[in-house]
């Protein structure tokens, strides 16, 4: 019964051509080790090391940004600043792309603005990024925000499709957010 | 200071500031777990250098092979004072390197050349394995 569940799990990630898969707490340390196994397996492959270099500068991008805007975290005291948030990241290969879903929980009441981020982002063509990009990395960071334009900005740049997004309203107060990259 | 060396990890970069002969190299990757305190000493120190007016000319080597959004933020921060001492007269060249073939790596270059008008900027491409 028990390898049953687990095989019937395995089986579906598997089906959707996922390689990696992680759902829990994420840390900077997780965010390390994942990506270090995620680059292994891409060299392995043989995938030149642009290529490498897109697909993990996208993964490092989602990572942190779950670390830092879950609305699901836990903090450590004021000695060591460990953040452990709650969320999952998801590696495959889709028609011979690389794939990085990302998701996690957001307050409610951050989703318009966030929608606001992405949707701009999915209008721009590869020159409009370009020069998004160049503005934000000139930019102060805006309040509590803590980088997350330039680093969604950094996202759809690497992407070879516009980034997919969609939000599941858990509650009156939060929603699960999903962000997809193809690279 | 004489010289700020930080010795590189998997993912902070080699810092190797020779100040007396104005030699300033960043190798490696850059993602650090926070940008803040692994950019803070560096900020600091360069500043102090920079705020002492010299002639010797300052060359930076960006010989980075990965930075993360955050770490694109700091890096900006340090053309910015580079900029700064170039336009009130001393010599300063950055000379930005990229793998051969990495275009992303040489976009970004461009991207940080835009707003250097003083500082002599420029891309320099390196055989494969030839940085980092």
Known sequence: MLAQQYAAIKRDLDGKGIIFSFSGYLSEGILYSLGEALREKMTMEEADGPTVRRVFSVFVEQMQNIIRYSAEKV????????????????????????????????????????????????????????????????EEPEDGSRGATIGLIEIARRASEPIDYDFDPMDGERSFFCLKVRI | MDTLTIAA??????????????????????????????????????????????????????ELLYFNSSSAKALMNIFQMLEAVAKAGRPVAVVWSHEEGDESMRELGEDFAEDLRHVAFSLREVPIGGIG
């Open chain 1, 75 to 138: 903090t450590g005291t004021s000695s060591r600043s460990v953040e452990l948030s709650a969320g999952m990241v998801t590696i495959g290969m889709e028609r011979g792309k690389v794939f990085i879903v990302c998701g996690n929980t957001v307050l409610n009441a951050d989703v318009p603005r966030l929608k606001e981020r992405l949707d701009h982002l999915r209008g721009l063509d590869r020159e409009g990024i370009k020069s998004y990009y160049r503005e934000q990395l000139r």
């Open chain 2, 9 to 62: 990890t998997g993912r902070t970069p080699g810092v190797a500031f020779d100040f007396p002969a104005g030699q300033l190299r960043l190798t490696g990757e850059s993602y650090p777990d926070d940008v803040a305190t692994f950019f803070g000493p560096i900020f600091t120190a360069l500043r102090d250098y920079l705020a002492v007016p010299g002639h010797t000319p300052i060359r930076f080597d960006m």
